[in-house]
Structures are given as structure tokens and as C-alpha cells.
């Protein structure tokens, strides 16, 4: 099994930055990639970034390409999503989830273990 921890989430202004973590721990070995999704009230999830444990260009929603950045630190198996920039239309629960499958990089369905969420609130 794969836990996945995410805090970081909060209440800020539009314009604003926060820095999600994602702290992975147990058979983490089964795992190849990391990717975060975030869900608003009354929408589907949806891929906001992912990257691999192995390193490699990462993958980013195009809502997000240029204000967010997602980065690993392997050493404490822990996943960033730093988010500058912030709209109130980025306003969602974030999830950080985990995959060991090789497709499916944007896609709810490609990962196997998910995290609680962490709530992000951008107010205009």
C-alpha cells in the first residue's frame, strides 16, 4: 500500500502563491510518477501536473502552464506543486496521486493510490 499526505492548501488573494506537498510513504517502490488534480465544487477532477520519480520534463494542464510548477525531492519522497499566480478559478480540493503504470499521465484513471486532499481557497 501507498499513503499519500497533502498539506500546504489554504486561503489567499488572487495574485498570490502557495506551495502544496505531497509526502509519499509505504511501498512507494510500486510507484513511478506522482501527479496532482484538483476538483471544484460541481466539476469532474481534473490534471493540473504530474512528474516522474525518475526525473524528465513533467506534464502540466494548459490552465496552469506558466504559474505552476511541480518539482520532487526523492530523498523525503515528497512531491511540491508551487502555485503562483493564483485565480479564483483555481479555487478546489487538490489531490496528489500516485501511479505505477506507464499511460494515463492526465487521467484520473491512470493512478492507483490517492491522497485526502487539501483544500484551496483564492479569493478575488
Known amino acids: 500500500q501507498v499513503r499519500l499526505v497533502e498539506s500546504g492548501g489554504g486561503l489567499v488573494q488572487t495574485g498570490g502563491s502557495l506551495r502544496l506537498s505531497c509526502a509519499a510513504s509505504?511501498?512507494?517502490?510500486?510507484?513511478?510518477?506522482i501527479g496532482w488534480f484538483r476538483q471544484a465544487p460541481g466539476k469532474e477532477r481534473e490534471f493540473v501536473a504530474a512528474?516522474?520519480?525518475?526525473?524528465?520534463?513533467?506534464y502540466y494542464a494548459d490552465s496552469v502552464k506558466g504559474r505552476f510548477t511541480i518539482s520532487r525531492d526523492n530523498t523525503k519522497n515528497t512531491v511540491y506543486l508551487q502555485m503562483n499566480s493564483l485565480k479564483p478559478e483555481d479555487t478546489a480540493v487538490y489531490y496528489c496521486?500516485?501511479?505505477?503504470?506507464?499511460?494515463?499521465?492526465?487521467?484520473?484513471?491512470?493512478?492507483?493510490?490517492w491522497g485526502q486532499g487539501t483544500q484551496v481557497t483564492v479569493s478575488s
Open positions: 512528474i516522474a520519480w525518475s526525473g524528465g520534463r513533467p
Open positions: 496521486a500516485a501511479s505505477g503504470s506507464s499511460g494515463g499521465w492526465a487521467n484520473t484513471g491512470g493512478y492507483d493510490y
Open positions: 509505504g511501498r512507494t517502490f510500486r510507484t513511478n510518477r
